[in-house]
């Protein structure tokens, strides 16, 4: 994903130029309003609408997963 390791976003599936990434979303997690994570770097908190990741991965031509952790 182009990123120090330890760092880890959604964010980062703008680096992923060969698409191979294969995304899952935990099931609890989406229950939530709200999403947080680090924005590419570990220095800051991204708050995210749940209905926004979603919007994201439809952007970029992501299919996603959910799953129960």
Known sequence: MGREPGVVSLFGLLN????????????????????????????NTVFIKIEDIYRFLSYLSYSYQTIDL
């Not at 191979?20 to 570990?42: P, R």
């Open 16 to 43: 992923n130029k060969d698409h191979d990434i294969k995304v899952y979303l935990d099931k609890e997690i989406l229950s939530q309003g709200w999403v947080t994570f680090h924005g590419n770097e570990n220095t």
